[in-house]
T-cell receptor
């Protein structure tokens, strides 16, 4: 089946930029998503990008897509302690109706 | 409040008991799905539906049943609970089956089977 890979942990200092990376296998994915999960809560859609785009910016968030390398990244500028959470990369649905989620990257922001 | 509502938020079951996890959305979304989230395993799809009367299996369907009689509701039934079903369950919906505009998740049901 299709796969989405992310590193498990990222630690940054408050005020720095965070970059969370993701690689995927499904080249037919139409949409690529970034979700945020805070402790005890469900997943919240942060942003998404169409597969025909290279970049999308939304306030402190910048998404970069490299279709050739099947690489997606999420940059958070001026990272705050409130950004500490698990971030999920997801692709989908491609040829099916099923999105594929990565296992999530735990972002830890140090004061 | 528009969104995906899951009930209950917490549940403890004894092995062999059955129960239904409820999921309702008021956004007229076409697509609905159930996931379980376990430590180190990420999200695993249990069942999904692309419209009323249509359901299909996901990655881990064994031990679970679903039905979709209305657009709004997508209940998940545990037929005979087992300790391996201890998990956090999330319901998610999408406006279109293509996934356009992303998926809206409920706040989850934390299930413990003893």
């Amino acid at each position: 089946g299709e796969d989405v890979e992310q590193s498990l942990f990222l630690s940054v200092r408050e005020g720095d930029s965070s970059v969370i990376n993701c690689t995927y296998t499904d080249s037919s994915s139409t949409y690529l998503y970034w979700y945020k999960q805070e402790p005890g809560a469900g997943l919240q859609l942060l942003t998404y990008i169409f597969s025909n785009m290279d970049m999308k910016q939304d306030q402190r968030l910048t998404v970069l897509l490299n279709k050739k390398d099947k690489h997606l990244s999420l940059r958070i500028a001026d990272t705050q302690t409130g950004d500490s959470a698990i971030y999920f990369c997801a692709t989908g649905p491609g040829g099916s109706y099923i999105p594929t989620f990565g296992r999530g990257t735990s972002l830890i922001v140090h004061p | 409040n528009a969104g995906v509502t899951q009930t209950p938020k917490f549940q403890v079951l004894k092995t062999g008991q059955s129960m239904t996890l409820q999921c309702a959305q008021d956004m007229n979304h076409e697509y609905m799905s159930w996931y379980r989230q376990d430590p180190g395993m990420g999200l695993r799809l249990i069942h999904y539906s692309v419209g009323a009367g249509i359901t299909d299996q996901g990655e881990v369907p064994n031990g679970y049943n679903v039905s979709r009689s209305t657009t709004e509701d997508f209940p998940l039934r545990l037929l005979s609970a087992a300790p391996s079903q201890t998990s956090v369950y999330f319901c998610a919906s999408s406006q279109e089956r293509t996934g356009a505009y992303g998926y809206t998740f409920g706040s989850g049901t934390r299930l413990t089977v003893v």
